[in-house]
């Protein structure tokens, strides 16, 4: 009975050694897999500021050049565009004033 229950202690212990051995190989996958994880978060918000502010630059070249054309138009055409300002603004008027 001695050597059998001995046998079973070393069985245990074996069985305990292989969890641990486990847990630390699951701990260390954990650990590395989070900091790709990281890694890959910090990335996307990188290439989303990029993009970001690429997308701003554009709309804000846009909103010159649009700015630009349009004081050109005005100038070029100053009585027709008040007179469309005119138009727009009596159109505006009556659309309000028919509710």
């Excluded at 978060?41 to 846009?62: H, P």
Aim: hydrophobic residues 35%; proline residues 1%.
């Amino acid at each position: 009975m001695d050597s059998r229950s001995q046998t079973e202690r070393e069985h245990t212990q074996r069985a305990i050694e292989e969890a641990q051995a486990a847990a630390r190989q699951a701990g260390q996958h954990l650990e590395s897999g989070a900091s790709e994880m990281a890694e890959a978060g910090r990335e996307t918000v990188r290439r989303f500021g990029a993009t970001w502010e690429n997308a701003k630059n554009n709309i804000q070249e846009k909103a010159v050049t649009s700015a630009k054309a349009t004081d050109r138009v005005i100038r070029d055409h100053p009585y027709e565009s008040i007179g469309i300002a005119f138009g727009v603004g009596v159109l505006i008027g009556v659309l309000i004033n028919r509710r």
